[in-house]
Protein backbone atom coordinates (compact mmCIF):
# COMPACT_ATOMS: atom_id res chain seq x y z
CA UNK A 1 0.00 0.00 0.00
CA UNK A 2 0.85 3.72 -0.67
CA UNK A 3 2.43 5.45 2.19
CA UNK A 4 3.36 9.47 1.93
CA UNK A 5 5.99 11.20 5.12
CA UNK A 6 5.99 14.41 5.84
CA UNK A 7 8.83 15.86 8.25
CA UNK A 8 8.96 17.72 10.59
CA UNK A 9 5.85 17.74 12.37
CA UNK A 10 6.07 20.98 13.95
CA UNK A 11 8.74 23.98 13.47
CA UNK A 12 9.05 26.87 15.25
CA UNK A 13 12.06 29.78 12.88
CA UNK A 14 13.01 32.91 13.37
CA UNK A 15 11.93 35.76 10.83
CA UNK A 16 14.69 35.40 7.77
CA UNK A 17 15.70 32.08 8.65
CA UNK A 18 15.44 29.35 5.80
CA UNK A 19 13.10 26.39 5.08
CA UNK A 20 13.06 22.93 3.82
CA UNK A 21 10.13 20.75 4.58
CA UNK A 22 10.20 17.37 3.28
CA UNK A 23 7.62 14.68 1.75
CA UNK A 24 8.07 11.70 0.78
CA UNK A 25 6.37 9.13 -1.10
CA UNK A 26 6.21 5.22 -0.64
CA UNK A 27 4.60 1.97 -2.61
CA UNK A 28 3.48 3.84 -6.14
CA UNK A 29 5.77 5.35 -8.95
CA UNK A 30 5.62 8.87 -10.94
CA UNK A 31 2.30 10.18 -8.90
CA UNK A 32 1.48 13.73 -9.08
CA UNK A 33 2.65 15.62 -5.75
CA UNK A 34 1.41 18.86 -3.89
CA UNK A 35 2.44 21.31 -1.55
CA UNK A 36 -0.98 22.84 0.23
CA UNK A 37 -1.09 25.57 2.94
CA UNK A 38 -4.21 25.52 5.51
CA UNK A 39 -4.31 28.32 7.35
CA UNK A 40 -6.86 28.67 10.25
CA UNK A 41 -10.29 29.46 8.91
CA UNK A 42 -9.33 29.10 5.25
CA UNK A 43 -9.70 26.51 3.20
CA UNK A 44 -6.17 24.97 1.75
CA UNK A 45 -4.27 27.29 -0.62
CA UNK A 46 -2.54 24.79 -3.31
CA UNK A 47 0.98 26.36 -3.55
CA UNK A 48 2.80 23.87 -5.57
CA UNK A 49 2.27 20.88 -7.93
CA UNK A 50 4.48 18.73 -9.80
CA UNK A 51 3.72 15.68 -12.69
CA UNK A 52 7.24 14.69 -12.65
CA UNK A 53 10.79 14.92 -11.41
CA UNK A 54 11.85 18.56 -11.98
CA UNK A 55 8.65 19.77 -13.15
CA UNK A 56 6.95 22.18 -10.79
CA UNK A 57 4.06 24.51 -11.05
CA UNK A 58 3.68 27.25 -8.91
CA UNK A 59 -0.03 28.16 -8.09
CA UNK A 60 0.49 31.63 -6.32
CA UNK A 61 3.40 34.04 -6.00
CA UNK A 62 5.20 33.50 -3.06
CA UNK A 63 8.52 33.55 -0.38
CA UNK A 64 8.60 30.16 -0.92
CA UNK A 65 9.33 27.23 -3.85
CA UNK A 66 9.56 23.33 -4.17
CA UNK A 67 11.90 21.01 -5.73
CA UNK A 68 11.82 17.48 -6.99
CA UNK A 69 15.18 15.91 -6.64
CA UNK A 70 13.76 12.25 -7.27
CA UNK A 71 10.52 10.54 -8.35
CA UNK A 72 8.73 10.34 -5.04
CA UNK A 73 10.45 13.35 -3.09
CA UNK A 74 9.26 16.46 -3.05
CA UNK A 75 10.47 19.88 -1.14
CA UNK A 76 9.13 22.94 -0.21
CA UNK A 77 11.60 25.56 0.49
CA UNK A 78 12.40 28.93 1.14
CA UNK A 79 15.20 31.65 1.76
CA UNK A 80 13.90 33.67 4.10
CA UNK A 81 10.78 33.28 6.01
CA UNK A 82 8.26 35.54 6.62
CA UNK A 83 5.80 35.87 9.33
CA UNK A 84 2.98 35.59 6.95
CA UNK A 85 4.69 31.90 6.19
CA UNK A 86 3.16 30.61 9.35
CA UNK A 87 0.70 28.04 8.88
CA UNK A 88 -0.35 24.34 8.48
CA UNK A 89 1.91 23.28 5.26
CA UNK A 90 0.63 19.72 3.86
CA UNK A 91 1.71 17.50 1.30
CA UNK A 92 -0.29 15.48 -1.05
CA UNK A 93 -0.18 12.83 -3.37
CA UNK A 94 -1.79 11.17 -6.41
CA UNK A 95 -1.90 8.93 -9.32
CA UNK A 96 -1.64 10.55 -12.35
CA UNK A 97 -5.03 11.58 -13.84
CA UNK A 98 -6.29 8.58 -16.76
CA UNK A 99 -10.06 8.70 -17.55
CA UNK A 100 -11.19 10.13 -14.63
CA UNK A 101 -9.19 12.36 -11.68
CA UNK A 102 -7.41 10.33 -8.58
CA UNK A 103 -8.04 11.59 -5.66
CA UNK A 104 -5.22 13.28 -3.58
CA UNK A 105 -4.24 11.41 -0.19
CA UNK A 106 -2.68 13.60 2.31
CA UNK A 107 -0.02 13.43 4.93
CA UNK A 108 0.20 14.45 8.14
CA UNK A 109 0.96 18.14 7.83
CA UNK A 110 4.06 20.45 9.47
CA UNK A 111 2.70 23.18 11.72
CA UNK A 112 5.18 26.14 11.10
CA UNK A 113 5.13 29.04 13.37
CA UNK A 114 7.23 32.49 12.55
CA UNK A 115 8.86 34.21 15.49
CA UNK B 1 -13.60 30.78 -11.66
CA UNK B 2 -14.46 27.12 -9.60
CA UNK B 3 -15.89 28.04 -6.14
CA UNK B 4 -17.06 25.76 -3.61
CA UNK B 5 -19.24 26.82 -0.40
CA UNK B 6 -19.93 24.68 2.20
CA UNK B 7 -22.38 24.88 5.04
CA UNK B 8 -23.06 25.03 8.16
CA UNK B 9 -19.69 26.04 8.58
CA UNK B 10 -20.34 23.69 12.52
CA UNK B 11 -22.52 21.58 13.30
CA UNK B 12 -23.24 20.03 16.82
CA UNK B 13 -25.43 16.73 17.07
CA UNK B 14 -26.64 14.99 19.44
CA UNK B 15 -25.37 10.81 18.96
CA UNK B 16 -28.12 9.08 16.81
CA UNK B 17 -29.05 12.90 15.55
CA UNK B 18 -28.70 12.17 11.79
CA UNK B 19 -28.41 15.49 9.52
CA UNK B 20 -26.42 16.34 6.36
CA UNK B 21 -23.68 18.42 5.33
CA UNK B 22 -23.76 20.68 2.44
CA UNK B 23 -21.27 21.43 -0.70
CA UNK B 24 -22.69 23.35 -3.39
CA UNK B 25 -20.15 24.65 -6.14
CA UNK B 26 -19.45 26.12 -9.49
CA UNK B 27 -17.36 24.55 -11.99
CA UNK B 28 -17.43 24.32 -15.55
CA UNK B 29 -16.65 20.46 -16.58
CA UNK B 30 -16.62 18.74 -13.31
CA UNK B 31 -14.17 15.71 -13.24
CA UNK B 32 -14.51 14.98 -9.53
CA UNK B 33 -15.75 15.93 -6.39
CA UNK B 34 -14.33 14.27 -3.36
CA UNK B 35 -14.92 14.33 0.39
CA UNK B 36 -12.52 14.22 3.31
CA UNK B 37 -12.48 14.41 6.70
CA UNK B 38 -9.83 15.98 9.27
CA UNK B 39 -9.11 15.33 12.63
CA UNK B 40 -7.72 18.48 14.53
CA UNK B 41 -3.73 18.52 14.00
CA UNK B 42 -4.10 15.95 10.96
CA UNK B 43 -4.05 16.04 6.97
CA UNK B 44 -7.01 15.67 5.33
CA UNK B 45 -8.34 11.55 5.18
CA UNK B 46 -10.04 10.36 1.77
CA UNK B 47 -13.33 9.59 2.17
CA UNK B 48 -15.50 9.46 -1.64
CA UNK B 49 -15.15 10.69 -4.80
CA UNK B 50 -18.09 11.43 -7.18
CA UNK B 51 -17.91 11.53 -10.74
CA UNK B 52 -21.45 12.30 -12.05
CA UNK B 53 -24.83 13.56 -10.93
CA UNK B 54 -26.70 10.81 -9.77
CA UNK B 55 -24.20 9.07 -8.09
CA UNK B 56 -24.00 8.06 -4.85
CA UNK B 57 -21.06 6.61 -2.09
CA UNK B 58 -21.39 4.66 1.51
CA UNK B 59 -18.85 4.26 3.84
CA UNK B 60 -20.34 3.05 7.40
CA UNK B 61 -23.17 6.07 8.72
CA UNK B 62 -22.05 8.33 5.93
CA UNK B 63 -23.36 8.45 2.67
CA UNK B 64 -22.64 11.07 -0.17
CA UNK B 65 -24.54 12.01 -3.16
CA UNK B 66 -24.13 14.56 -6.23
CA UNK B 67 -26.17 16.69 -8.15
CA UNK B 68 -25.38 19.65 -11.43
CA UNK B 69 -25.00 21.79 -8.39
CA UNK B 70 -24.27 20.24 -5.07
CA UNK B 71 -23.29 17.00 -2.83
CA UNK B 72 -24.18 16.16 0.09
CA UNK B 73 -23.00 14.33 3.11
CA UNK B 74 -25.35 12.43 4.85
CA UNK B 75 -24.73 11.24 8.65
CA UNK B 76 -26.89 8.29 9.90
CA UNK B 77 -26.81 7.81 13.55
CA UNK B 78 -23.57 9.96 14.22
CA UNK B 79 -21.00 8.62 17.29
CA UNK B 80 -18.76 10.68 18.83
CA UNK B 81 -16.03 9.38 16.89
CA UNK B 82 -17.59 11.23 13.56
CA UNK B 83 -16.51 14.59 15.37
CA UNK B 84 -14.04 15.94 12.74
CA UNK B 85 -13.89 18.56 9.81
CA UNK B 86 -15.35 17.72 6.74
CA UNK B 87 -14.03 19.30 3.42
CA UNK B 88 -14.97 18.96 0.12
CA UNK B 89 -13.18 19.37 -2.59
CA UNK B 90 -14.25 19.73 -6.54
CA UNK B 91 -11.48 19.94 -9.84
CA UNK B 92 -12.46 20.14 -13.25
CA UNK B 93 -9.78 21.35 -15.47
CA UNK B 94 -7.20 22.87 -12.98
CA UNK B 95 -5.95 21.93 -9.43
CA UNK B 96 -8.29 20.84 -6.78
CA UNK B 97 -10.56 23.90 -5.08
CA UNK B 98 -11.41 23.41 -1.63
CA UNK B 99 -14.13 24.46 0.65
CA UNK B 100 -13.69 25.89 4.10
CA UNK B 101 -15.29 22.86 5.80
CA UNK B 102 -18.06 21.81 8.09
CA UNK B 103 -16.91 21.70 11.89
CA UNK B 104 -18.77 18.38 12.94
CA UNK B 105 -19.35 17.74 16.63
CA UNK B 106 -21.14 14.88 18.03
CA UNK B 107 -22.21 15.07 21.67
CA UNK B 108 -22.66 12.04 23.81
Known amino acids: SQTIHQWPATLVQPVGSPLSLECTVE??????LYWYRQAAGRGLQLLFY??????ISSEVPQNLSASRPQDRQFILSSKKLLLSDSGFYLCAWSEAPGARNQPQHFGDGTRLSIL | EDQVTQSPEALRLQEGESSSLNCSYTVSGLRGLFWYRQDPGKGPEFLFTLYSAGEEKEKERLKATLTKKESFLHITAPKPEDSATYLCAVQANTPLVFGKGTRLSVIA
Open chain 1, 27 to 32: GTSNPN
Open chain 1, 50 to 55: SVGIGQ
